[in-house]
């Protein structure tokens, strides 16, 4: 995910679940023949730009499992805590799985409503 809209799209208008590593948006958008979009969000308050980068690459190693269970045309934002660049790969696996089955639970469940 590049494009601002998109973020901001997920951030104010999907789900939010959160844990001390990581915080999660998802929005189920209705246009099924598009694939899944995953952003991340590092700020400064995590460390410097190497840092930064680092956190980037490890969250994206770690979502690549997950695409395939995304919906189709869902926007997923992830956002690092300042906790994060300490952290090891087997905690962002760990944060993310309960972070993205939380996020899943709660929006099928304002789907079929």
């Known amino acids: ?14 789900s939010r679940a959160g844990r001390r590593l990581l915080t999660g948006h998802l929005l189920l958008r209705p246009e ?12 400064r308050a995590v460390g410097g730009a190497v840092v930064r980068n680092r956190v980037r690459r490890r969250l994206r190693s770690a979502v690549l499992g997950y695409l395939e ?13 300042p906790q994060a660049a300490t952290a090891r790969q087997a905690d962002f696996a760990a944060e993310l799985d309960l972070v993205i ?10 789907l079929s409503r």
């Not at 995910?1 to 999907?14: H, L, N, P, T």
Request: proline share 4%.
């Open 1 to 14: 995910m590049r494009r601002r809209e998109d973020f901001s799209a997920a951030v104010r208008g999907g």
């Open 32 to 43: 099924a023949e598009r694939p899944a979009l995953v952003g991340f969000v590092v700020s």
């Open 69 to 81: 269970s995304l919906p189709q045309g869902s926007l997923l934002v992830v956002r690092a805590t």
């Open 101 to 110: 089955a939380t996020l899943l639970r709660r929006q099928v469940g304002a």
